[in-house]
């Protein structure tokens, strides 16, 4: 079946830093979309990045990814680390399932940045 | 904008106990769901729901079950809770497809079993 997987359950990074979290995923369709997530303590989940068509990159709040088909990736990268981006991301998969449409997601990388 | 309400936030229960988890969304979305939060594995889909009365089952139904009697709720029974487990339930609704990824999800509802 379709899967994400985050190799990194976390990661620690001195402010000013790149990030780089990284996500590859399974899945037998051909259009795969994929998505990235953050969780910030006491808030709820919300979407950070959604793919766009293979080999282009999107961008969103000073973060970026892109879809690479041929290596069933979606990295999330960021030039230059801040304390507030210190959070939980989920790269997400939307999976086609036999009756109906859901999210499927990684185990998740909690990212924390250090002055 | 909209809102999705989860309730209680907390949640403290005894083994065996069947405990209740609910939530309600203003968004006016067909679809709604709960995921089940644990460290290390993510977030894992327990059950949802593409319109009022439906209900899919997701990879982590076993012990639990659903009801959306209603377009703007939907409810999830832990039917025996199990000792000393802790985790984080979220729910979250969405338009009926997700290839937009846009789902919107609540702030949680902890379980503590004692």
């Known amino acids: 079946g379709d899967s994400v997987t985050q190799t990194e359950g976390l990661v620690t990074l001195t402010e000013g830093l790149p990030v780089m979290l990284n996500c590859t995923y399974q899945?037998?369709?051909?259009?795969?979309?994929l998505f990235w997530y953050v969780h910030y303590l006491n808030e709820s989940p919300w979407l950070l990045l959604r793919s766009s068509t293979d080999n282009k990159r999107t961008e969103h709040q000073g973060f970026h990814a892109t879809l690479h088909k041929s290596s069933s990736s979606f990295h999330l990268q960021k030039s230059s680390a801040q304390l507030s981006d210190s959070a939980l991301y989920y790269c997400?998969?939307?999976?086609?399932?036999?009756?109906?449409?859901?999210?499927?997601f990684g185990t998740g990388t909690l990212l924390s940045v250090k002055p | 904008g909209g809102i999705i309400t989860q309730t209680p936030k907390f949640l403290i229960g005894q083994e065996g106990q069947k405990l209740t988890l609910k939530c309600q969304q203003n968004?006016?979305?067909?679809?709604m769901y709960w995921y089940r939060q644990d460290s290390g594995k993510g977030l894992r889909l327990i059950y949802y729901s593409i319109t009022e009365n439906d209900l899919q089952k997701g990879d982590l139904s076993e012990g639990y079950d659903a009801s959306r009697e209603k377009k703007s709720s939907f409810s999830l029974t832990v039917t025996s809770a199990q000792k000393n487990e802790m985790a984080v339930f979220l729910c979250a609704s969405s338009i009926p497809t997700t290839n937009t990824g846009q789902l919107y999800f609540g702030e949680g509802s902890k379980l503590t079993v004692l």
């Open positions: 997400a998969l939307s999976g086609y399932g036999g009756s109906g449409n859901k999210l499927i």
């Open positions: 899945t037998i369709y051909s259009n795969a979309f």
């Open positions: 968004f006016n979305h067909d679809t």
